[in-house]
């Protein structure tokens, strides 16, 4: 029963949300997304072999996330696509 208990813990880190923004890619292989005021980042595995170009219109899911070189909250993208 107590193994049933640890599988039913809500885990709010995990919850995503949807976005449409521009991206701006970096040249180290990642990306931005401004959306609602915030950045999204967006690592460079999300974006390998999509032809995303600088300020292409995209759309995806991101979570909340912590930044351990800022030491601080931030949010990155799950998954991404061109909108259409």
């Known amino acids: 029963m107590s193994a049933n208990k640890s ?3 809500l885990d709010l880190s995990s919850e995503s949300f949807p976005f449409v923004g521009k991206i701006k890619l970096n040249e180290s292989g ?7 005021g915030v950045g999204i980042y967006v690592a460079p595995k999300l974006l390998k072999d999509k032809g995303f170009n600088d300020f292409d219109l995209v759309k995806g899911e991101f979570v909340s996330s912590f930044d351990k070189k800022k030491k601080q909250d931030g949010y990155t993208a799950v998954e991404i696509h061109k909108a259409e």
Request: aromatic share 30%; no cysteine; proline share 0%.
């Open 7 to 9: 599988k039913n813990k």
């Open 30 to 36: 990642f990306g931005f997304v401004q959306f609602n």
